[in-house]
C-alpha cells in the first residue's frame, strides 16, 4: 500500500488523505487462491464539497457491497471514478487475476467496463450479507461475513486448473512493467500469443496488451506521485518506451494530463 494506505494506481493520494482510509484485510486460506484481498474505503466529507476519486484499476475483477446494493465491477479499462460525499463506507472484495472466471457461465470478457448486480451471478444471498457488512465498523468482522459467504459457493464452483495459470500470468506482466510487445511476452512465457490472448479474453477480461501498458501506467504514476524530480526520459526508457513521447502519449490518454503536468500539481 502508499504511505496513505490508499493503495498504487489511486490517483492523487495526497488529495485525498485527509478524508478518505482503505482499509485492508487478508481473505481466509481456503479463499486465498481466488481472493487477493478485502478493501474497506470510509470518507468523511461532512461540511466540505463532494470529491471524485480517480483510480488507475488493475486487471481484477471486484464484488463491491454498497448501500445500494451489491455490485460486480468488471476490469475497467479506462479510468475509474468515484463520486464521494457525506460520509460512509464500501467493503470491496479484490478477486486474483483469472480468479472470477469459475464464478459466471461465460468469459469474464463479458464484464469488461460494466458494473453488474452481484444477485444475478453470486446468488440472492450477496444482498442480505452486503447489508450485514455495512452495518459493521470492525474490519474483522465484516471480513468474517465475507468469507463466510464465498466460502458458501466454492462447493459448487468447478475445478479449473487455468485459473492459477492465469494468474501466475498477470502477475509475471505486472512485475515486469518494462516488456513492451505482446510477442515478447508470450517468447518469454513460452506461450502462442493467440492462446494467451484467448485466456485473458476468458479469464482476465482485458487484452495482455492493455495489462502491459497499464502495469507501465501504474509505475509512471506512483513515481509521479511520489512527489521528487522525476527523468521522463530515463523513466520512459527504463519502461520499455522507443521515447519519452509514447510516455507521455499512453499517460495523457489514460489519465488525462501529460505526466510532468500531473506531478507538477
Known amino acids: 500500500m502508499s504511505r496513505h494506505g490508499l493503495g498504487r494506481g489511486v490517483l492523487r493520494p495526497d488529495a485525498a488523505a485527509g478524508f478518505l482510509e482503505v482499509r485492508r484485510h487478508p481473505p481466509a486460506p481456503e479463499l486465498a487462491a481466488l481472493v487477493d484481498f478485502y478493501w474497506n474505503p470510509r470518507w468523511d466529507l461532512r461540511g466540505r464539497d463532494p470529491y471524485e476519486q480517480k483510480v488507475l484499476t488493475h486487471p481484477n475483477v471486484h464484488l463491491v457491497f454498497e448501500p445500494q446494493g451489491p455490485l460486480v465491477h ?31 457461465s461465460g468469459p469474464v470478457a463479458g464484464l469488461t467496463d460494466r458494473a453488474v448486480p452481484a444477485a444475478g451471478i453470486l446468488g440472492p444471498g450477496a444482498e442480505p450479507v452486503g447489508r450485514q ?8 468482522q465484516m471480513a468474517a461475513l465475507a468469507d463466510r459467504f464465498l466460502l458458501g459457493l466454492l462447493p459448487a464452483l468447478p475445478r479449473d ?16 512493467p518494462q516488456l513492451f510487445r505482446v510477442d515478447e511476452l508470450a517468447r518469454e512465457l513460452g506461450i ?11 479469464y482476465v477480461g482485458a487484452s495482455p496488451k492493455w495489462v502491459l501498458r497499464r502495469a507501465r501506467l501504474h509505475e509512471a504514476a506512483a513515481r509521479a506521485d511520489a512527489g521528487t524530480g522525476i527523468d521522463w526520459a530515463a523513466l520512459a526508457a527504463d519502461l520499455g518506451y ?20 500531473y506531478a507538477a500539481r
Do not use: C, N, W, Y
Request: aromatic share 8%.
Open 74 to 104: 468488471g476490469v475497467s479499462r479506462e479510468v475509474f471514478v468515484r463520486r464521494l460525499a457525506g460520509a460512509g463506507q464500501v467493503f470491496g472484495v479484490k478477486f486474483r487475476p483469472g480468479a472470477f472466471r469459475p464464478f459466471m
Open 133 to 140: 457488512i455495512l452495518a459493521l465498523d470492525d474490519l474483522a
Open 161 to 176: 486448473p487455468q485459473v492459477a495459470e492465469v494468474a501466475a500470468l498477470v502477475e509475471a506482466i505486472t512485475a515486469r
Open 192 to 202: 502462442p500469443v493467440r492462446r494467451l490472448q484467448r485466456l485473458f479474453a476468458e
Open 242 to 261: 522507443a521515447d519519452q513521447a509514447h510516455l507521455t502519449r499512453d499517460f495523457t490518454a489514460a489519465v488525462g494530463a501529460p505526466p510532468g503536468r
